[in-house]
């Protein structure tokens, strides 16, 4: 059952755990006080009575010896003058005499027998003490043999004492107890309401502060005082709110950061749509412009009968056409290039008969305007090169076709430099110059955007889409480098580019489907092959095609399950090492699939036998060991289906030593090498391990056991290294793969 | 109690009492030989006296007084002395064994004692009051003439009255009026004393106080007139109940007292004139070196005495005090 009260708060706790106490304390120290006030004003008061009457008794032994009443009153009224003194009584036993002096009230009849234990007593408000007085004879005899004699009784004295007076103290001294209790109470009760507010101020004030904050205002302090604990849970909100207004700060700016981002990215768009429009708008001007053309000269052509005339009709719109033609191109390129890059072909080609085509493409246009064009390839730039040869003429020709286009007079030159060169790798250095009217610099930045000219001039003057420097400059970055004007007003243009081409010092005899098939033991089988790295997916397929298998590829374990779930495959090649999902788990995943599930063989780099017991265990019939023995993994796939079929070393082996070349081997080492380097040297570390995985995979595949033990050993070491030391490790495989790899050697 | 009175029947009751308290009273049985100290006088020696001395009690003043017996004897009379000191209890006994030439007796009870036993030996009462020994003396001889026919003799402790009445006129030279207290037993020798105050150029007022007075009423009148007041030593319950009242009356009305003990003094007299237990020691050596042979008995003064002051009371009355080197030298040139 839920209790409704209302919780009490700290301050009243406090209150109540301190004030009982005290008040209680303060209470026994009253009654104490009181009581002890009580006993000593009444000790007090026997003590003065009993001195008084001892003293008197001594002082009257004198007068009451001599009989001298006079001194005895003497006596008598001194002691009166004590307060608390009513009265006195004398007896003479000699005389029986009584002296009463004061306003005794003791009477006769009581005197008697009252006082014979010798203490005080107390009758109607008033107490006696009483006291004999005798002769107490002094020694003065020097050899006295006998001694003192007994004293002689000579008398009494009885003294009265009133209590009114002990009363009247009494009663002060209550009221002093009940004013000091009374303080006290109030001193515990004001001492309690501190001590409270001193624990229960802090924490409403914290309350209070954490209230603000929970409403917003999170530059609120909670004030570090009142005791330690309280200081310190202060100090930590106070944190805390820091924490969470810096949090804020800098959410709020990233919001910012972000929210300009997107209005420019916003303006951006909305330039694009406004630069796609126009150019939508100027395309289709300029295709309709000679699309007229071509139309009306044709409908020109069925009706003129001169000839002269439909010659020149059919010169205009073959030149119409050709103008439609090259636009059309131009679209369609730089539609390739947005969509997807373009993909760049390997071919070997001569370079001087390369370029002397391309010269002479454009000579006939250049002397049309008498223009003097020039081409000169330096002696250094290798003749024999390997790369995408239509593409880069594609490039030389749109720049030289420009040149002449804005040149009126003087001439186009065409020059070709070697940059640098790495390994078998060639950077050229291109540059076409005209001695043309010339660029305004504010103007060179816009000619690389696509649908965009110097001016809109140009256009109606010259014609052309504008997309042409655009699209050189997207093939030079494919080609590894990239395109730069100079210009100036007036005196002419140099555009240069530059490019990275493979120097070929002997062309290879082999193209990718040039390799040499064996025995066509595994036709019409259905391979899925599980492998994460591209150049071993290209090498075993190969290989597999080779003996007449059909190829399906997996680039992981996932899609390894899904393909063999999916379609019909006759055995399952399995990687063990991939990500997503890894070799053994796809193959535990396979095998329980229902349905018949096709055998797997299981390849690996680790030599270790436990690595090849977890294949096993998960079901696979094999296991072979990279580098990959041909014979092997052929004999071990026609095992698997109990095909008695059976290769022999010599039935077509060396295929694996064909397949792939070995600048392809090393062009993709080097890839790999490329990107750990690059990575290296950014400090991203996203892929590294991934990077040397495919490296080891490589090694591994190929069997170059030095190699891999020094991927191995960077593998190991490459954590704790710093940067310039992994790129010297780095560079070090790097010879070590030129000084192993040569062409003949693997 | 002793209670020496000159009555029949005070005497007997108080002899009563005194046999009483000696039955009663316990005393240490101390047998203590002190060495037997022979002191050869001469080289010519030829007689050996052997002296019992009967202490009252074993206490130190009574030792300390024979030892200095003892040491103050010179042997003139080329005696050789053998001492035995005994307590009163074993008197009888102790006189069998050892068979004393002399007895001296020390104190009041020793010499009642002896005296009660009347022993053939001489004997020497010392340390006892000249109204003490005539009372013995009455008691068990009949009286002194016939003591000292028994070879009784005594050395009082009282000094002469002379030596008062000169010591508080060489104090208080002023004094015109000198008051003068006696007792029963020196009532008669009342006369003497007012003509020995009146030697010293002084009034004398004298005063009797007897067993049943009131001593306030008679002393009061005597002291409120004298210059110097000088109570005579006289029976032991007289001295007791009048000293109080002596001093306390001196204190009220400013005259000072000349005691005849050192107690006396310091109950709040000025001066005393007293004889000190050395005193009795030398007087009494000396009379048994020139006197005990062949000597009969006899009372004999103090011939040597003490002067003490009590400089609280002197400062409280104004008086100038000399050294008491001086006055003791003026009271022996005299």
Redesign the interface.
Known sequence: MRDNRKPASIHARLLLTTLIPLTLLSLVLGWYIITSQRTVLLNNLQDTGRVAVHQMASNAEFALFSGNQAMLETLGYSVLDIPSVSGIIFHNELDKSTVRIGDVKLSTQLISGSFDSGLPFFIDHHWYFFAPITINDIPIMDYDEVGQPEAESLGWVIIELTDKILLQEQREAIFGALIVTTMSLLIAAWLSMRIGRSISRPVESLTETVELMEAGGLDSLAAENGPMEIRKLAYGINQLATSVRESNVHMQSEIARATVQLQITLIELEEAMEAQDQFLARMSHELRTPLTAVIGFSKLLATEEDPAKRQEHLRIIDSSSTMLLTMIDDILEFSKAHLGGFTLEKINFDMDQWFTDLVAIHRPRADEKNLSLTCNIADDVPRQLSGDPVRLAQIFSNLVSNAIKFTDSGFVSVDIKRQTSDGDHVVLDCAVTDSGKGIAADKIALLFDPFAQEDTSINRRFGGTGLGLSICKRLAQTMGGDVKIESEIGKGTVVSFTCRLFEVNTLSPLEDDQAVLAEQVLAGLSILLAEDNPFNQKLIVKLLRGYGADCLVANNGLEAIEIAGDLHVDVVLMDIHMPVVDGVTACETIMQQSGESPPIIGLTADITPMEQQRMLTAGAVSVQSKPVDEVSLVNSILSSLNDMNEISPNSGGGLLASVIPVEELKEALYENLDKLDLQLRSGENSSQRQIIHDLMGLCGLYGMTELREQVLEFRAAYGALDTEENIKKVQRIREHVEGYLVPDSC | ??DWDSSEMSFKASLSKLQC?IKTQVLVVALFICSVPTVIAESNVSKESRVLFVI??QAK?YTDLTALVQRNLHGQTGTIYQFVTDVEKNFVTRNLNFKPDFIVTV???ASETVMKSKPQQPVLAV?ITDSAFNLLSKKYYGSNMQAYAANVSAIC?DQPFQRSIRLAKLILPEAKIAGVMTGPSSKKREDDFAQYVTDANMVPKMINIGLED?P??LL?PIIKRSDVFIPVPDN??V???T???I??LSYRYKVPVI?Y????LD?GALAAI?SSVENVAQQTAEFIDNEFLGDTGGSHTAAYFSISFNSSVASNLNIDLKSEQFYRAVLEAD
């Open positions: 109690m002793l308290v009252s009690k003043i104190g009041a009870m340390l402790l009131n306030i009423h009061e032991r319950r001295n007791i109940a000293a109080k009242w001093l306390q005691a003990s050192k107690t006396y109950a007293y």
